[in-house]
């Protein structure tokens, strides 16, 4: 390998010219050949018993060439990036300039990591979000379980909104029954909306043993056999019950939670609940942080970094769901979506995550912070714990420098954060600028 040219471009980016000289060139062609020898037919031969001269008198000298230049080209590239002590953060754009049977010459554009600054990173406008917890929502909290308990009783009154009516019914569209219009002895809870609007509505008011036709026209956006057309449903109610909901007190709490009292239980939903709110509006803190951050963010991202980072995204999520037993294109028809949709959304979260490195890894820079060796041990330490592994698998599996990369940014982001300042507020206008002055009298 030779480089013949390195040159530093715009937008952030260098170009290599690599020469791949005769004899590595050759050793490749000889793999070539010896992988594809069995599959060559050479009239006076046996299939993969004919010599290479032969096969590429027959067929051409540069028959094994374009498979050759793409078995050798990637040792010739990374030897080149550890010459120049480049570090790509994109695919690299690749083009043959020249090839023979002396050897071949490509060019590699290599996206690298662009220079980034931020100012003014202390003091972000941003309002860490107050977290409460009241009597209503603990209250909310206590619904489910309530609701679990509660039991239906048959009920000798007229069905109103929240009770459940066993009913039998069945549908017809111009006086004749239509596919899926009919059930028996099914329990509508009266309010739910799981039937068509205006079906609910109608059998409230009706009793036991009460029989009506129900007019309804089904919505535009309905079954394409249904859309929009006006049908009737001849009902029969059979039971009216009501739902009755459980003494909430001690006892109740013993039944739901693992509590003696209902303080206890709701001190600790309140307790709960307040983790949860509390660890969103973090996630919503932290949000806001990075987003003023990248305000003051100043660099030109190359969008190789940012497709490259997506593919990478996108790549990752695959694997998830793959690994959950699912397809990756069954997955997308599930949620109905394509996966030029999924590239797009991929795009739109990478940008985000590019320009969110590049801007903490400046505060770091600017803040001239390392990483020492003991705080990589605790990570791999603490994912050895999470993963059940032995450190040393663990070192074997993940990069270190990028272990080392994620306790920068993060230690960079918890500083900005630390920073961060509730915005002033506004002062108030005063009157005369948002009152009209008084007309005088006539």
Same mark, same amino acid.
């Given at each position: ?40 037919? !050479? ?17 051409? #000298? ?92 048959? !009920? ?99 039944? !739901? ?23 969103? #509006? ?21 969008? #190789? ?68 060796? #003991? ?68």
């Amino acid at each position: 390998m030779n480089i013949k040219s390195n040159e530093k471009k715009e937008n952030s980016a260098y170009e290599l010219v690599i020469e791949v000289e005769a004899d590595q060139f050759q050793a490749a062609v000889d793999k070539v050949y010896n992988r594809q020898k069995n599959r060559i037919n !050479v009239p006076g031969f046996r299939k993969g018993k004919a010599p290479r001269k032969m096969v590429e008198k027959m067929y051409g #000298a540069e028959i094994f060439f374009d498979d050759a230049i793409s078995l050798a080209y990637p040792d010739a590239y990374e030897a080149a990036l550890k010459e120049t002590g480049i570090k790509p953060v994109a695919y690299p754009q690749l083009e043959v300039l020249e090839v023979s049977s002396g050897g071949f010459t490509f060019k590699a554009t290599v996206t690298v990591k662009p220079e980034a600054s931020v100012k003014d990173y202390k003091g972000l406008p941003v309002a860490k979000p107050e977290v409460k917890v009241t009597a209503a929502d603990i209250k909310a909290e206590l619904k489910p379980y309530i609701d679990r308990a509660s039991r239906l009783v048959s !009920v000798e009154r007229k069905a109103k909104k929240g009770d459940t009516a066993v009913i039998d019914f069945e549908g017809f569209k111009d006086g004749e029954p239509f596919q899926g219009g009919k059930g028996e002895n099914y329990s509508l809870e009266l309010g739910s909306g799981s039937f068509a609007p205006g079906f609910e509505d109608q059998v409230i008011g009706m009793k036991a043993g009460d029989e009506k036709d129900l007019d309804i026209t089904f919505p535009e956006n309905y079954t394409p056999e249904l859309a929009g057309a006006a049908v009737v449903f001849k009902v029969k109610v059979h039971e009216v019950k009501e739902k009755q909901e459980p003494e909430v007190d001690d006892e109740f709490a013993k039944d !739901v939670s693992e509590f003696d009292t209902l303080d206890e239980f709701k001190k600790d939903l309140g307790e709960k609940l307040k983790t949860r709110r509390q660890e969103q #509006a973090d996630r919503d803190f932290e949000e806001a942080v990075i987003t003023a951050l990248l305000e003051k963010l100043e660099c030109e991202v190359p969008q #190789a970094m940012v497709d490259y980072r997506a593919d990478k995204m996108l790549e990752d999520y695959a694997n998830r769901i793959q690994s959950q037993g699912i397809g990756f294109e069954d997955y997308l028809r599930m949620m109905g979506m394509s996966l030029d949709d999924m590239k797009a959304q991929s795009k739109t979260a990478a940008e985000r995550a590019v320009r969110s490195d590049l801007a903490l890894e400046a505060v770091a820079a600017a803040e001239g912070m390392e990483i020492p060796e #003991a705080d990589v041990d605790a990570e791999i330490a603490k994912l050895a714990e999470q993963y059940s592994m032995e450190e040393d698998k663990v070192r074997s599996i993940v990069n270190l420098d990028d272990v080392r990369h994620d306790l920068l940014v993060r230690k960079a982001l918890e500083l900005v954060k630390g920073a961060a300042k509730k915005p002033a507020k506004k002062p108030a206008k005063k009157a005369e600028e948002t009152e009209e002055a008084p007309k005088a009298e006539e």
